[in-house]
């Protein structure tokens, strides 16, 4: 291992790749948003933490742990740690747990040309190309009846399962030269060389021993799994790093952290991808929602506590690509493997102030923090920091874990990053904050 090139000593960075092929093993097990929710749940339920239900009453208890979910699709956990201070301080990170890719269409098969295949539609803005000659498979949520009962059964059929086969170069010879692929008729996946299987709602009725299916959300998935590339295996190399490489460290430290000041709390919502405004999404009251059942039930005032709280949007940013370095900015430098990228933008919720504490973070939980900017001849992406920000007015920092070929159906990150953002996790976590309109203190 080339320690003095990764700026990480060799105890730290065997720590640092043990939980790079942690969070491998967390996506490989998390094909889409569904899945997201119920692996978070399941581990958070075997650390202790008790489920709460939105349409039922809270009982809440100081140095007790809790999650909720909605419609499947988002979840957060929270610990109430110590209250010392009144009210007691938020501290809050938040992610999404969707990614770029293609969702299949109530009416899935398309039977012709000795083939059947899927109808699906893009979801997200993803590289149209990147997808095709890859193992897919297709996972999600699939709605039956049961009696007088609609019941949800996830399903993932973890299996070489489709190709969305490109075109000889022989029949497209502009290929190399750009070319523009049609979602509807170029770019949807064979299930079947056998027009009479029945298509996707018979191998759903079989897989699933139900014959009353009345609807499903379901998306492909790449099967490639995660692995580490590089000389010193420096890289790591996966599906949906965007953005679950933000969602396990959180959930990581969250459980992890030991007793919080405050309360610590763990987000991850969907829609991220396409605006996030749905009822799981960062652009919902569902944030609001627990923060406001959460004060009635500990008896504290909200507005109060949110003045004094803080949150950390984290979603990917773009590394400087070594192939193309004129795509970033000349003095923002975002090289793989630097550790804790605070995104700067006005799509982005960060300011000065938030800034500095983050970067102060970083210097406390000992890892390595810069500054990212967008050129301003390119358009900057946007995330879930001043989304949220419209419903909960609090003190946030965008930000996230240098990557290349960001919405690729495999995308690329430094192996010693992750770990950088579970070690400030744990810290932010642990940090009291005192503010007021112009200065911070913490311990």
Not at 2 to 22: C, L, M
Not at 92 to 104: C, V
Not at 327 to 348: C, E, F, M, Q, R
Not at 363 to 375: E, H, I, Q, T
Request: net charge negative.
């Amino acid at each position: 291992m080339n320690s003095h090139a990764h700026n990480i000593d060799d105890t730290v960075g065997n720590k640092a790749k043990e939980f790079a092929a942690q969070l491998l093993n967390f996506i490989e097990i998390t094909p889409e948003i569904h899945h997201c929710v119920s692996n978070l749940s399941s581990s958070l339920q075997k650390e202790g933490f008790h489920r709460l239900d939105l349409g039922s009453p809270w009982d809440l208890e100081q140095g007790e742990r809790y999650f909720v979910t909605k419609n499947g699709r988002a979840i957060i956990a929270f610990f109430v740690g110590e209250l010392e201070e009144n009210p007691p301080q938020f501290h809050i990170i938040a992610a999404h747990g969707d990614s770029p890719g293609f969702t299949i269409k109530p009416q899935s098969d398309l039977i012709a040309n000795g083939a059947i295949r899927l109808n699906t539609e893009p979801y997200g803005g993803m590289i149209h190309h990147s997808w095709l000659d890859r193992p897919l498979s297709l996972a999600g949520r699939v709605i039956v009846q049961k009696d007088n009962k609609i019941q949800c059964r996830l399903v993932n059929f973890q299996r070489d399962l489709l190709v969305i086969p490109d075109v000889a170069i022989h029949q497209n010879r502009e290929v190399n030269d750009g070319v523009k692929r049609n979602p509807q008729t170029q770019l949807l996946p064979i299930l079947s060389l056998d027009e009479t299987t029945g298509g996707l709602k018979k191998l759903l009725e079989e897989t699933l021993g139900e014959n009353t299916i009345l609807g499903w959300d379901l998306s492909l998935y790449n099967r490639e799994q995660g692995r580490f590339v590089g000389l010193d295996e420096e890289m790591i190399l996966a599906p949906r790093l965007d953005d679950l490489a933000s969602v396990y460290p959180a959930f990581r430290a969250l459980r992890s952290c030991g007793t919080p000041r405050g309360i610590a709390m763990a987000a991850v919502f969907h829609h991220e991808e396409i605006g996030s405004m749905s009822q799981q999404g960062a652009d919902s009251t569902f944030l609001a929602e627990v923060i406001d059942r959460i004060a009635r039930t500990m008896h504290f005032d909200r507005d109060i506590a949110l003045a004094h709280s803080y949150m950390l949007s984290a979603d990917n940013a773009h590394g400087t690509h070594p192939n193309y370095s004129e795509k970033s900015d000349p003095t923002h430098d975002v090289p793989l493997n630097s550790g804790i990228v605070v995104k700067h933008h006005a799509n982005y919720a960060t300011d000065g102030l938030s800034s500095a504490l983050c970067h102060a973070l970083c210097r406390k939980a000992g890892v390595p923090s810069l500054d990212f900017a967008c050129r301003s001849d390119l358009k900057c992406g946007s995330t879930l920091g001043n989304i949220s920000a419209t419903h909960v007015s609090i003190d946030t920092a965008d930000i996230g874990l240098p990557q290349l070929a960001m919405h690729s159906a495999c995308e690329t990150m430094g192996t010693y990053d992750p770990f950088r953002l579970f070690s400030l996790a744990k810290t932010f976590f642990q940090t009291e904050f005192h503010k007021n309109e112009d200065e911070i203190l913490w311990k």
